[in-house]
């Protein structure tokens, strides 16, 4: 029987999938990696992954977590029995958000790290989602909680990341990609692309939904990954 695990994105940890837990089949013994928290490369944390996890695996990964899911996929495939990818991206770091990146962990070093992520939190949510004060603050605290060091280590991460588009047209494993219609931070032509390289993917599209996907639309992320994980376990 395979395990679950969950991987955070970009200094988030287990409340990023505190939703989507009633809808997670007991049988796949669910459990939350840290791996993210640990290491300073996306190649290593998949690595991690990998060896704190042993026997097949199910890897559902948000964002930065996608990330490492599909390099875990490229290590160790024959493991690998099913991934779900929400609200990622396989392209490596582009110029400009290299850039972008390099100019926050400046602004993260210098003590202003709670000005960056306040100014930039809306575009990780739906424009309808502006106004909603208790989400915003609860994303804001979570990213916030993670601390400065690990903001710096995993965007150098993010902006060392490689390119996992070559991988993916020999994976063999059920593929699941989900993506919130208006996402800015991740926008959908990355889904779509991720969906068209793996052969027979699902791609789901999830509406009135930006980047955070399990916080923002919880009830349709666990209407669409329940069953999606039930097939898998009963396919096992």
Partial sequence: MPSLVLLPGLACDERLWEAQQP????????????????????????????????????????????????????????????????GTNARPETPEMFELRRSAIELFELGEARDVIEFNAGFAFHPARSGDAPLLRRYIDLVLDAGVAQLVRQNRALMERPDAREQLPGLRCPVLVMCGDEDRLTPPECSREIAALVPHADLVWVAQCGHMLTMEQPAAVNATLGPWLQRLLADA
Avoid: K, W, Y
Avoid at 25 to 40: N, Q
Avoid at 49 to 77: D, F, H, K, T, Y
């Fill in 23 to 86: 809808a997670l089949p007991p049988a796949l013994d669910a459990r939350v990696s840290d791996a993210h928290m640990r290491h300073g490369r996306i190649e290593t944390m998949a690595a991690a992954v990998l060896a704190e996890n042993p026997g097949p695996l199910v890897l559902c990964g948000a964002s930065m977590g996608g990330m490492i899911a599909m390099e875990a996929a490229r290590q160790a495939p024959g493991r690998i029995v099913g991934l779900a990818l929400l």
